[in-house]
T-cell receptor, first 116, second 110 residues
Framework: GAVVSQHPSWVICKSGTSVKIECRSL??????MFWYRQFPKQSLMLMAT?????????EQGVEKDKFLINHASLTLSTLTVTSAHPEDSSFYIC????????????FGPGTRLTVL | EDKVVQSPLSLVVHEGDTVTLNCSYE??????LLWYKQEKKAPTFLFML????IEKKSGRLSSILDKKELFSILNITATQTGDSAVYLC??????????FGAGTRLTVKP
């Protein structure tokens, strides 16, 4: 089946630094990728929809200047958390839509960000 | 190789039917299994299961985990058109790893 990878799987950084998370579709092309943040009690919040070759669409309440998304190729989207603060500590998950298989969304394994 | 497999991939039923969705897994150091319902934007959390044999129930939805046979089922009774969605199973394992299944697309016809 289709595979989506994320890198790194976990990262610890100091407050004020920036962190980049990569999301790759390994065996299919994804014109659309999604970024989620997982909150306590397992809920997932959609942060933004990333479209290859164009600007990401951010959900209400998500700061686009803080969470920079780049989808430069059909297999790679990146999320950069700029000037990270402890409240940004969370589990970030991406998913990629495979249009060749009925728009099925495949989820990545997630990245645990801890900001000290 | 760690994996989470959901079946069936898609399912079409009529209102009032009962459905059973399956999620099997092979991971190291299993921690928990999560069920989500995805309709539009973000998946909505349904259940988290950590112990075998204990049924979790919410209205017409229920789920149970079998850690010996490495699977979980999600039951929906008296289905309604509003139950139409993709149901995702995810497994947490090791210290921080998480893996989603490909989902089961459920369509409930009037």
């Amino acid at each position: 089946g289709a595979v989506v990878s994320q890198h790194p799987s976990w990262v610890i950084c100091k407050s004020g630094t920036s962190v980049k998370i990569e999301c790759r579709s390994l065996d299919f092309q994804a014109t659309t990728m999604f970024w989620y943040r997982q909150f306590p009690k397992q809920s997932l919040m959609l942060m933004a929809t990333s479209n290859e070759g164009s600007k990401a669409t951010y959900e209400q309440g998500v700061e686009k200047d803080k969470f920079l998304i780049n989808h430069a190729s059909l297999t790679l989207s990146t999320l950069t958390v700029t000037s990270a603060h402890p409240e940004d500590s969370s589990f970030y998950i991406c998913s990629a839509r495979d249009q060749q298989s009925g728009d099925t969304q495949y989820f990545g394994p997630g990245t645990r960000l801890t900001v000290l | 190789e760690d994996k989470v497999v959901q079946s069936p991939l898609s399912l079409v039923v009529h209102e009032g039917d009962t459905v059973t969705l399956n999620c099997s897994y092979e991971v190291t150091n299993f921690r928990s299994l999560l069920w989500y319902k995805q309709e539009k934007k973000a998946p909505t959390f349904l259940f988290m299961l950590t112990s075998s044999g204990i049924e979790k129930k919410s209205g017409r939805l229920s789920s149970i985990l079998d850690k010996k046979e490495l699977f979980s089922i999600l039951n929906i009774t008296a289905t309604q058109t509003g139950d139409s969605a993709v149901y995702l199973c995810a497994v947490r394992y090791n210290n921080n790893d998480m893996r989603f299944g490909a989902g089961t697309r459920l369509t409930v016809k009037p």
